[in-house]
């Protein structure tokens, strides 16, 4: 069965400090990959999403970045947090059985307070 | 653009009422309807689409091109449903983008 991991749980880092958040999928090839943000009273905001390994569209301009090394790893990152980058962020997948979207699966998110 | 509108941020009924929780949408296009549940303390996973036309736990939700909305509605309200809402929007086809709205905290009440 398909699984999804999301690391660390929580993170508390100082502003101007970078960021490294993983995301890694097992049980499935090719996902389609995504990261959002769940921000108090905002809902959930699509960051990036990736239908291929190096294939990175951003949704939003900001002070992240994403990267696709692998077919099932996606890492969200920033050379140098601000405090508006607190938040509770959400990595998923979908599998893109013909060109569509059926179904995300979510990870357990990471809670992220910049100080 | 897609955008999802969900005007409720609370919305708190009694156990055995009906219950709608609201969604409108705007895209250009065909787009294709989701809801997501958060339940306390697990992952924010799907409740259903309305591509499907199922019933999930209760709940419906019709797709009304004319008034771009997609409201859940559930005829008996079960405190088990209380949880956080969100509608969502994909455009279909190559479209990958999965655009949400801001959420409905139901609470159901004894």
Same mark, same amino acid.
């Given at each position: 069965?398909? %699984?999804?991991?999301?690391?660390? *749980?929580?993170?508390? @880092?100082? +502003? &101007? $400090? ?5 995301? %890694?999928?097992? =049980?499935?090839?090719? /996902?389609?990959? !995504?990261?959002?943000?769940?921000? *108090?009273?905002?809902?959930? @905001? ?14 939003? /301009? ?23 980058? $607190? ?15 059926? #179904?995300?699966?979510? &990870? ?5 307070? +910049?100080? | 653009? @897609? ?5 409720? #941020?609370?919305?708190? +009924?009694?156990?055995?009422? /009906? ?6 949408? $705007?895209?250009?296009?065909? /787009? ?32 009304? #091109? =004319? ?10 309200? @079960?405190?088990?449903? $209380?949880?956080? !809402? ?16 801001? &959420?409905?905290?139901?609470? +159901?009440?004894?």
């Amino acid at each position: 069965s398909q %699984t999804i991991h999301q690391w660390p *749980a929580t993170l508390v @880092q100082p +502003v &101007g $400090s970078p960021l490294s958040l993983e995301c %890694t999928v097992e =049980g499935t090839s090719n /996902p389609n990959l !995504y990261w959002y943000r769940q921000a *108090a009273g905002r809902g959930l @905001q699509l960051l990036f999403y990736s239908v291929g390994i190096g294939q990175i569209s951003s949704e939003v /301009p900001q002070n992240l970045s994403a990267s696709r090394p692998q077919d099932r790893q996606f890492i969200l990152s920033s050379k140098k947090l601000l405090l508006s980058d $607190s938040g509770f962020y959400l990595c998923a997948w979908s599998d893109p059985v013909r060109g569509v979207i059926e #179904k995300l699966f979510f &990870g357990s998110g990471t809670q992220l307070s +910049v100080l | 653009a @897609q955008r999802v509108t969900q005007p409720e #941020k609370l919305l708190s +009924v009694f156990k055995g009422a /009906p219950v709608e929780l609201k969604c409108n949408y $705007s895209y250009s296009g065909s /787009p294709e309807l989701f809801w997501y549940v958060q339940y306390s303390r697990q992952r924010l996973q799907l409740l259903l689409r309305h591509i499907s036309r199922e019933s999930i736990k209760g709940f419906t939700a019709d797709l009304n #091109k =004319g008034e771009t909305s997609f409201h859940l509605k559930k005829p008996f309200a @079960q405190e088990e449903d $209380s949880a956080m !809402y969100y509608c969502a929007l994909s455009g279909g086809g190559s479209n990958y983008k999965l655009t949400f709205g801001k &959420g409905t905290l139901l609470t +159901v009440n004894p």
